[in-house]
């Protein structure tokens, strides 16, 4: 089967750096996705790693390990808009379409 | 505006009712797919069409019945709901089925009575 963890909290101050982790069990792997949602809002896509290493996208950093089946989304100089659930999510078995892990809720005060 | 939109964006049904849910993309995307997100669940996917051919049912009930008649309108037609299936159903883009960028739109949130 396929099934991701992230921690379901975080809680941070602005201006701080957050670290939401990822791990994952796929028979198949095509690379892992993060998204964002706010409250009452559509998920956004924030980053996609298929192979190993880190890619940087401004505040937002995305990590991949491969053999330990673990990222990481890295989120730098927290603003307040930063709150938000955050997911990360891997292609189904079939490869046709993404599978969510369950959100981690991220609360930045200031 | 992400480019997807879904109508209505809030609907109450009684289980006996039956009602459509629509979206819509304008994104030119070849994919299109119908996911359920529930408080405390992940999004659960549904049903995915590439092309307009469905490639993806996830073992959802007959109650939800999908339609893609052209590959930028999406429908989930709804019919002897239980109050259990009262959730946010979000619609979603892509240019194919194996990106792992999809396009969401805000959601039809649905409450059944």
């Known amino acids: 089967g396929q099934s991701l963890e992230q921690p379901s909290e975080v809680t941070a101050v602005e201006g701080a750096i957050v670290q939401i982790n990822c791990t994952y069990q796929t028979s198949g792997f095509y690379g892992l996705s993060w998204y964002q949602q706010h409250d009452g809002g559509a998920p956004t896509f924030l980053s996609y790693?298929?192979?190993?290493g880190l890619e940087e996208t401004g505040r937002f950093s995305s990590f991949l390990s491969r053999s330990d089946s673990y990222g990481y989304l890295l989120l730098q100089e927290l603003q307040m808009k930063d709150s938000a659930s955050y997911f990360c999510a891997v292609k189904n078995q079939a490869g046709t379409a993404l599978i969510f892990g369950k959100g981690t809720t991220l609360s930045v005060s200031s | 505006e992400t480019g997807v939109t879904q109508t209505p964006r809030h609907l109450v049904m009684g289980m006996t009712n039956k009602k459509s849910l629509k979206c819509e993309q304008h994104l030119g995307h070849n994919a299109m797919y119908w996911y359920k997100q529930s408080a405390k669940k992940p999004l659960e996917l549904m049903f995915v069409?590439?092309?307009?051919?469905?490639?993806e049912n996830n073992s959802v009930p007959s109650r939800f019945s999908p339609e893609c008649p052209n590959s930028s309108h999406l429908f989930l037609h709804l019919h002897t709901l239980q109050p259990e299936d009262s959730a946010l159903y979000l619609c979603?883009?892509?240019?194919?089925?194996?990106?792992?960028?999809?396009?969401f739109g805000e959601g039809s949130r649905l409450t059944v009575l």
């Open positions: 790693n298929g192979l190993d």
């Open positions: 069409y590439s092309l307009e051919e469905r490639v």
């Open positions: 979603a883009s892509s240019r194919s089925s194996n990106t792992g960028e999809l396009f």
